[in-house]
């Protein structure tokens, strides 16, 4: 799934175009790399976003393309922030 997809339905980013621009800008890596909106993320990845001067870092424990508001929480599990 792309990154930016997965961002905006695990309900970490809550629009997909915001997402799509944290992106851009460098603010978003993938398992240490910094990442595009393309990127494909799976199961096992680890994602870091720099929310202003907070990191907030997460492992991807679940990839789902339709998912309710509880089942979102269960795609990730946060490692800090």
Do not use: C, W
């Given at each position: 799934?792309?990154?930016?997809?997965?961002?905006?339905?695990?309900?970490?980013?809550?629009?997909?175009?915001?997402?799509?621009?944290?992106?851009?800008?460098?603010?978003?890596?993938?398992?240490?790399?910094?990442?595009?909106?393309?990127?494909?993320?799976?199961?096992?990845?680890?994602?870091?976003?720099?929310?202003?001067?907070?990191?907030?870092?997460?492992?991807?424990?679940?990839?789902?393309?339709?998912?309710?508001?509880?089942?979102?929480?269960?795609?990730?599990r946060i490692i800090e922030g």
């Open positions: 799934m792309r990154l930016d997809k997965y961002l905006k339905n695990s309900r970490i980013i809550k629009r997909r175009t915001v997402a799509k621009e944290a992106s851009e800008n460098g603010r978003v890596a993938v398992n240490g790399k910094v990442a595009k909106p393309g990127t494909e993320v799976s199961v096992g990845d680890i994602i870091e976003i720099q929310f202003g001067d907070k990191l907030f870092k997460a492992e991807i424990t679940h990839v789902a393309e339709h998912v309710t508001k509880d089942g979102a929480k269960e795609m990730y």
